[in-house]
């Protein structure tokens, strides 16, 4: 069974920094591009990162450049997303995704991400 599994959310304060976590099960990172996408408050799901799986090339969303940085081990099956410098904005329901198909590539367009993981909080506040 493909499980993704989030963790790592909590409060923070602006400035702050945490590491998200998505640990994959069931298929490799070899093969599924992984996705990170948020949900304000009220908002819809947006897309914020993802990791190629051939080249580990990556691609943000223009408001987290040079603040986030994704990453991920093979070994641990396991997807990371880095948040530096926290703003109130960045509050959300961070959630991982992975496309249905293998070789999927990272390069913006997040329409192939359909398998999700069940979210973990993020709230930057003081």
């Known amino acids: 069974q493909v499980q993704l599994v989030e963790s790592g959310g909590g409060l923070v304060r602006p400035g702050g920094s945490l590491r998200l976590s998505c640990v994959v099960s069931?298929?490799?990172?070899?093969?599924?591009?992984i996705g990170w996408f948020r949900q304000p408050p009220g908002k819809e799901r947006e897309a914020v990162s993802c990791?190629?799986?051939?080249?580990?090339?990556?691609h943000y969303k223009d408001s987290v450049k040079g603040r986030f940085a994704i990453s991920r081990d093979t070994a641990k099956n396991t997807v990371y997303l880095l948040m530096n410098n926290l703003k109130p904005e960045d509050t959300a329901v961070y959630y991982c995704?992975?496309?249905?198909?293998?070789?999927?590539?990272?390069?913006?367009?997040?329409?192939?991400?359909?398998?999700w993981g069940q979210g973990t909080q993020v709230t930057v506040s003081s």
């Open positions: 069931g298929v490799s990172l070899d093969h599924y591009t």
């Open positions: 995704a992975r496309p249905t198909f293998t070789l999927i590539p990272c390069n913006g367009d997040y329409s192939e991400f359909d398998h």
């Open positions: 990791i190629d799986s051939i080249d580990e090339t990556t």
